[in-house]
């Protein structure tokens, strides 16, 4: 996702999803909204597996408070239930049964409640009523009860009854929409791809609607829009059908069958939902300004949808990859110079925040999620892959990552599982390089001094890393000479300091920092003037 958010939420994400022991195979999700009050009714039918063997087991649900808000558990049916147990988030069952591991269950929850977050009731910027799941990172509990937990992954359907003037949009295929004859219709859509819950969505409002394009002569791409804007919007999100191609051409297969791209009220600039892309309202503006976040979220298709991170703690291989995968799409619309231009951004930024912040990529401590929408997790995220692409050469990089999709596509992963599928595409032993540029924090922080001997006709560079813990990395360096005369040295930095040397038959002018814009490091480089 893009992280332009509101922040009144953030002390709400510290919950993590109960330890469980079940594998949810499948939800349904019975909806019903109205447009007389924010009360939502749900039936909830949830289709389990056990991992081991018990007679007991959790789902997440925030329980109604004093404040009117939380949901409320009228009732549970189905195999050998017991007794139901509401904590301030999560229904526990008990059974009559003991289930042995591998033994699967379907369980029906009817509930109601008004939703304290995770589905944003409220009006859009042209005055009319909406209702938008918001469910990332985990606030899906917050209005269904689900295993909220991104490694927790299920084929989905809503069917949704509402007031009959609105349009629903939701995961997957629409299969059925009907009027019920009493001011209400209802529509029914179903995801048979297996997704987390933080990607499980619906909308409802009144949507103008439209068929950008087919692509690859299967895949639908719709735009669903406010109506009071649906020249612009149309015209913005058709971009998509545009985007597509590239990541189906350089990653993999899509693994969906439609996308559908919609303007809502999501709290962040773009929301990632499973082939339902929630996007901001100020996303439309006619000019297609919102190119790299269009480009950004529907990346996440591939990386953090389909291939997801086993928890949040290696959230870069989510949005590192939407960001870095943005910048090689333009790299392959616009050139070069666009993505040289847009990594040097980031890894300006990426300076920035290592000052600040004193955290590596991969951080699992943190169970503020939100505070896991950071530079670490983005730019620098996508400075790694980057760094492999530059290290290993675009074939190996390519390969590897077409590897990795086919590998995790439909699973999850973790950064060990990346790293060991390019050690074995590229035949090398890739320990250092995640050691330092994902699992400690910071980057290299070098004074890089010159001096030439004049009567040995010899320039010694040394390069010292100022940082606390020592990097292993390639520099290269471009020495300038009178008259235009140019060279090119790589220089192999694995010390503290380190001096390298060579023989030129005259002064060089000046030399330059890693032309190529290959390497995320920050410092100084100076002449050492002879006494």
Excluded at 26 to 43: A, P
Excluded at 146 to 159: G, L, N, R, T
Excluded at 165 to 191: D, I, P, R
Excluded at 498 to 523: E, N, V
């Amino acid at each position: 996702m893009k992280k332009i958010l509101l922040f009144l939420f953030i002390n709400m994400f510290l919950f993590t999803s109960a330890q469980s022991n079940i594998d949810v195979l499948h939800y349904k999700f019975n909806i019903e909204v109205n447009d007389d009050n924010d009360t939502i009714r749900g039936l909830a039918v949830i289709k389990v597996k056990f991992l081991n063997r018990d007679n007991t087991f959790k789902f997440d649900l925030v329980y109604l408070k004093e404040n009117g808000k939380g949901m409320k558990v009228e009732n549970v049916t189905g195999s050998n239930v017991r007794l139901i147990e509401s904590g301030d988030r999560t229904v526990r069952i008990f059974l009559s049964k003991t289930f042995e591991t591998g033994d699967t269950a379907t369980f029906t929850i009817s509930y109601s409640g008004i939703p304290s977050d995770g589905l944003i009731i409220s009006k859009t910027k042209y005055g009319r009523r909406g209702f938008f799941a918001d469910n990332w990172p985990n606030r899906g509990h917050n209005w269904m009860p689900c295993h909220d937990d991104p490694a927790d992954k299920a084929s989905v359907e809503f069917i949704v009854t509402a007031p009959e003037h609105y349009q629903v949009v939701s995961n997957g295929v629409q299969v059925e929409e009907t009027s019920l004859g009493n001011g209400k219709k209802l529509t029914h859509w179903k995801e048979d791809t297996p997704i987390s819950t933080k990607v499980m969505v619906i909308g409802v409002a009144d949507f103008a609607v439209n068929l950008a394009g087919i692509v690859n002569g299967c895949i639908p791409v719709y735009s669903w829009v406010y109506p009071e804007n649906k020249d612009n919007g149309f015209y913005d999100y058709s971009l998509a059908k545009d985007i597509l191609p590239f990541f189906i051409d350089h990653v993999g297969p899509y693994g969906f069958k439609k996308l559908a791209n919609v303007q809502s009220k999501t709290i962040f600039g773009g929301m990632e939902n499973a082939n339902t892309i929630f996007y901001s309202e100020s996303s439309v503006s006619g000019t297609r300004r919102s190119e790299g976040t269009i480009a950004h979220e529907i990346a996440h298709q591939w990386f953090g949808n389909m291939a997801t991170e086993k928890n949040f703690g290696h959230l870069w291989l989510s949005e590192g990859f939407a960001t870095y995968f943005t910048i090689l799409y333009f790299e392959n619309k616009y050139g070069t110079d666009t993505a040289v231009n847009m990594l040097k951004e980031d890894r300006e930024q990426v300076i920035a925040y290592s000052k600040l912040s004193t955290t590596p990529v991969v951080d699992t401590a943190e169970k503020d999620y939100m505070q896991l929408l950071n530079t670490n997790s983005y730019q620098k995220g996508g400075w790694v892959l980057h760094m492999l692409r530059r290290e290993l050469g675009d074939s190996v990089f390519w390969k590897s990552i077409r590897k990795y999709y086919a590998t995790y596509a439909g699973s999850i992963a973790g950064t060990e599982d990346l790293q060991k599928v390019f050690e074995e595409v590229s035949g090398k032993n890739l320990e250092q390089f995640f050691h330092q540029w994902l699992f400690t924090p910071g980057q290299p922080e070098l004074d890089v001094r010159w001096k030439y001997d004049k009567a040995k006709k010899e320039l010694s560079v040394t390069v010292t890393q100022k940082q606390k813990e020592t990097f292993k990395f390639p520099l290269t360096i471009l020495i300038n000479f009178p008259a235009g005369a140019i060279n090119e040295e790589q220089l192999i930095v694995d010390k503290q300091t380190k001096t390298f040397s060579f023989s030129f038959s005259q002064k060089p002018t000046s030399i330059i920092t890693d032309p190529a814009t290959s390497m995320l490091f920050y410092g100084s480089i100076g002449e050492i003037k002879a006494e």
